[in-house]
């Protein structure tokens, strides 16, 4: 199955290089930029990093107040996913690590295992849900949120994507984000594609609002918001795909 990825470009490569293992190609058409906002790492004493992406890490570690690399090693670390401390760890963090399959589940952790008086830095996106830093700041933890990378939006779909749609070759868009669906039902309306009856597969039903609103017939959520049951569902849905290809190619 031919699968378009509409994430960042350098996670969009790994995610095409886990769909090729199982068989399937992608075409990549990032909806949206991460740029870096140059913010500054905070002064003082910090008790412990949350992160949500691999991003965080990525895209901050230029900042001229980053900590010292004695505080790198030892301080604590909350994060999201594997990738998301795979990137601490290239940056020199090598504290006792806590990872959470997402952010409800990160919060939950966080206000079970930190300290009240405790001071986290939280490494975000200028784009996001206030839910992770308002749960954990709820219990009496102190948060400062330093927004390091900002998403911009691009302007349309790439030309090759664009030309693999109107032709009726993409076997599945993948969605990550409620703000990334958004933009790409705004730039396939703009430029006058056809795709609500492309088959759509959103992490999260959050993510799949703008797909339902905008009336696309097969959306398909992840049963857990994670990319591994996103690469399930890809799987499932060209098996049977597979069998008609082999059923009409046996017929005389």
């Known amino acids: 199955m031919l699968v ?22 992608a075409i990549l058409s990032p909806v949206l930029d991460m740029v870096p906002t140059g913010a500054e790492w905070p002064r003082g004493v910090i008790d412990g990093v949350l992160a949500t992406s691999a991003q965080a890490f990525e895209l901050f570690s230029d900042a001229p107040d980053w900590p010292l690399p004695e505080a790198r090693r030892l301080m604590p ?3 999201v996913g594997a990738r998301t401390l795979d990137a601490a760890r290239e940056r020199g963090f090598e504290g006792a690590a806590l990872v959470a399959p997402d952010a409800r589940a990160l919060a939950a952790s966080v206000t ?22 308002k749960e954990v700041a709820g219990a009496g933890i102190g948060v400062e949120t330093i927004e390091v990378y900002a998403a911009q939006a691009a302007e349309s779909l790439s030309e090759e994507a664009e030309a693999l749609i109107a ?10 984000s409620k703000r990334s669906a958004e933009i790409f039902v705004g730039l396939a309306r703009q430029s006058g594609l056809e795709v609500v009856d492309l088959v759509h597969i959103a992490i999260s039903a959050d993510a799949a609002a703008p797909l339902r609103r905008a009336q696309f017939k097969d959306v398909y959520i992840a049963e857990e918001p994670n990319e591994q049951m996103m690469l399930r569902l890809v799987t499932a849905l060209a098996a049977p795909l597979k069998d008609l290809f082999v059923e009409r190619s046996a017929k005389p």
């Open 112 to 133: 079970a295992h930190v300290a009240a008086s405790s001071r986290l830095v939280y490494l975000a996106g200028r784009d996001r849900k206030p839910d992770l830093e």
């Open 77 to 79: 670390l909350f994060v």
């Open 4 to 25: 378009l990825l509409t994430r960042a470009v350098d996670e969009a490569a790994r995610t095409a290089a886990k769909l090729a293992e199982n068989g399937h190609s």
């Open 167 to 176: 032709a009726g070759e993409i076997g599945a868009v993948l969605h990550y």
